[in-house]
């Protein structure tokens, strides 16, 4: 008792009201242990009296008898055994006090056992509990009276049906009555919803038995393990998140392995595939006629220069190695600065288009056509520049040739066509002449009579100033045909033009007595070229024209001009004539130099024409008539469209 009070001042919340009213319960809960107790407690006092009564039977009858039989000696007076019966009844009496102090010794310890059971009991946080048979609590701890919500010592004689809601009590019964009628031990898990609040218990019951082993209660333990169950479904969907977790990672990260491996494989597809691409290109550069080199940017240095570097620069290509500068210093001294500056701007610009001229080691000069384009990364970042510098030489001498003589057939062309021209224009002149002549005279005879009123003359001289003017108009345009003069490219209307050209061929015109007609498209496309030019080409085909049906019959001579749109981007002449023709296989030849068939000609006419329209990105080329005579084509490309040189059909 003395422990569990100080156990209770021990914890005071634990044993207060409920552990003092369980004091008190000791001995009713020891109940069980009075009623074996009891049992033995008859012990001493039976034993005493049988050992007595049986000494006193011995002495008092079983004795004489004996002796009588024996000895045939008559049994002594009663008072002569007075003695023995006094020392029966007094070891009697010994013997029933050594075992009386035993039996106390044996209750005081069975009531310390039960003591500290109950002191257990009552010490552990469990529900624990002591049933009779009926079900009444014969104990129950403080944990057990905090569930029932009332103090231990009214649990007392109470069954579960006046403690606990009545579903929770006929479960509890029902538990008790199997335990009784199976005599073993009940282990369950329930989920009990007391006031309100609703806990899961382990409980544990099994018989409680008598020293004879009948069973005379129930003895119970029920733990709560609410808290233990919240913390384990905690950690159980604390554990299946993880679970869900790995899983999803496991898949995340399974796919990005697939995804990887899938991007490592096309890595290496592509790094085989780069390899030999890298190795096809460096065939090819090594190869190439062209100076094929790379410029990293960031590194401000040429990274490659291929082997052709030695061929067009004449120097080895190791130099580059110790003077990278050494390329631009072998530029000529005029195209140098421009040079520089141009390698300057491609670092921002990314790209490069320049001619310039070299001066190799053994002093010729050599034409370079410089490119460089970008090099994008996979972000579009330009990190490096790679070109091919071209030998151009030769091209550039064949260019400034073919220029030099382009100028001069077309200086030639004029000259010749200006001579011929001379001889037509002196008619054209002749007229006015002849007109200012008779003006003339007219005046100087009208002046001569002495009643003539000069201002009469006025208009005579009027006529005489306008045909001097015009015979001036004729010379000077005359000039401007042989004037050496660049071409100048301006916007023509063919139309307006074709008319203008017509003028200075009439008078031949009249002489052959061939028909003209025009047929001239209503919106031709206005095309760029030199008018001067055109006109003279135009010029010519007339007049070929003339020449060629001058050998025909006079009355069937007719002359087509015809100006058409065949698409967008051309504009097309057909001078076209009912002359001799010429046979399909000698197309191309009237357009070679010094071809002709005439005992005057010279033969430059047609191929002078078609350097001139080529030179304007036009073509010019011949067709035989079906019906005789022929046909001569002069295209040219149309203003603000495309300036590709035209195909010839
Ligand atoms: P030329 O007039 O001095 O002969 P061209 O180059 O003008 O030189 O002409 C070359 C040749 O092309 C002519 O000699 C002639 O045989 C031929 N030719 C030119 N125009 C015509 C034409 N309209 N019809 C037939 N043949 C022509």
Redesign the pocket.
């Known amino acids: 008792m003395a422990s569990l009070k100080n156990a209770s001042t021990r914890n005071p919340a634990q044993f207060s009201p409920a552990a003092t009213s369980n004091l008190d319960l000791v001995d009713r809960s020891s109940g069980f242990r009075l009623q074996r107790l009891r049992h033995y407690s008859f012990y001493p006092a039976t034993v005493s009296l049988l050992y007595v009564f049986g000494g006193l039977c011995w002495l008092l009858a079983v004795n004489p008898i004996l002796a009588n039989w024996l000895y045939g000696t008559p049994s002594s007076p009663l008072s002569d055994q007075l003695p023995n019966i006094l020392a029966i009844i007094a070891s009697g009496g010994l013997f029933y006090w050594l075992l009386r102090t035993h039996d106390k010794t044996a209750h005081r310890t069975k009531r310390a056992q039960d003591i500290r059971l109950v002191e257990f009991i009552e010490q552990i946080t469990d529900v624990a509990f002591v049933k009779d048979r009926q079900g009444r609590y014969a104990l129950f701890n403080s944990a057990g009276a905090r569930l029932a919500g009332r103090p231990a010592i009214e649990c007392v004689n109470q069954d579960d049906s006046a403690l606990f809601p009545a579903e929770v009590a006929h479960k509890l019964m029902e538990d008790d009555r199997r335990v009784i009628a199976g005599g073993t031990l009940l282990s369950c898990k329930d989920t009990f919803t007391i006031r309100g609040d609703t806990r899961v218990f382990l409980s544990t019951k099994w018989p409680y038995r008598d020293a004879d082993g009948n069973i005379i209660g129930v003895i119970g333990i029920a733990r709560d393990i609410t808290e233990q169950k919240q913390i384990e479904e905690r950690l159980r969907r604390a554990r299946d998140d993880l679970d869900t977790r790995v899983r999803e990672r496991t898949a995340e990260l399974l796919t990005i392995n697939r995804t990887l491996e899938r991007q490592i494989a096309a890595r290496v597809q592509a790094e085989i595939a780069l390899r030999e691409s890298e190795e096809r290109f460096r065939q090819m550069a090594e190869h190439i006629r062209e100076v094929f080199w790379v410029f990293g940017i960031e590194e401000e240095r040429l990274l490659y220069v291929s082997p052709a570097y030695e061929e067009v620069w004449g120097q080895p290509i190791a130099g580059l190695q110790e003077r990278p500068l050494e390329w631009i210093e072998a530029v000529h001294p005029d195209d140098r600065p421009r040079v520089q500056a141009a390698h300057l701007a491609k670092r921002k610009l990314g790209h490069l288009d320049e001619e310039y001229r070299i001066v190799r080691p053994d002093g010729t000069i050599r034409w370079i056509w410089d490119r460089g384009f970008p090099v994008h990364d996979e972000t579009g970042y330009v990190y490096r520049i790679a070109g091919l510098a071209e030998d151009i030489t030769v091209r550039k001498l064949a260019e400034d040739q073919l220029r030099r003589q382009q100028v001069e057939l077309a200086r030639m062309s004029r000259l010749s066509l200006a001579v011929e021209l001379a001889s037509n224009l002196a008619h054209e002149l002749n007229q006015p002449l002849a007109a200012i002549v008779a003006y003339t005279q007219a005046c100087l005879a009208l002046l001569r009579q002495p009643q003539t009123d000069p201002r009469e003359l006025t208009g005579t001289l009027d006529e005489v100033v306008n045909q001097g003017l015009r015979a001036g108009g004729i010379i000077r345009h005359l000039r401007e045909l042989v004037q050496k003069h660049p071409a100048t490219q301006t916007t023509l209307d063919l139309n307006a033009l074709i008319r203008a050209v017509i003028h200075y061929a009439e008078l031949e015109l009249r002489q052959s007595g061939a028909v003209l007609k025009l047929e001239l498209a209503d919106s031709l496309p206005t095309v760029l070229a030199d008018d001067i030019q055109i006109q003279l080409v135009i010029l ?1 085909l007339l007049r ?2 003339i020449e ?1 049906m001058n050998e025909t019959a006079k009355r069937s001579r007719k002359l087509t001009v015809r100006t058409s749109s065949p698409d967008p981007e051309t504009a097309l002449v057909t001078v076209c ?1 009912t ?4 046979g399909a296989d000698t197309a191309e030849r ?1 357009f070679q130099p010094f ?4 005992p005057s ?7 002078v024409s078609r350097s001139i329209v080529e030179s304007q990105g036009g073509q010019l080329w011949a067709t035989p008539n079906p019906d005789g005579g ?1 046909s ?1 084509h002069l295209a040219l490309p149309v203003y603000l469209n495309s300036r590709a040189p035209l195909s010839r059909p």
Do not use: C, E, M
Request: overall charge neutral; charged content about 10%.
């Open positions: 010519y070929n024209a060629a004539d002359g001799p023709g010429f009237l071809f002709t068939t005439k000609g010279i033969g430059l006419g047609l191929s022929a001569f």
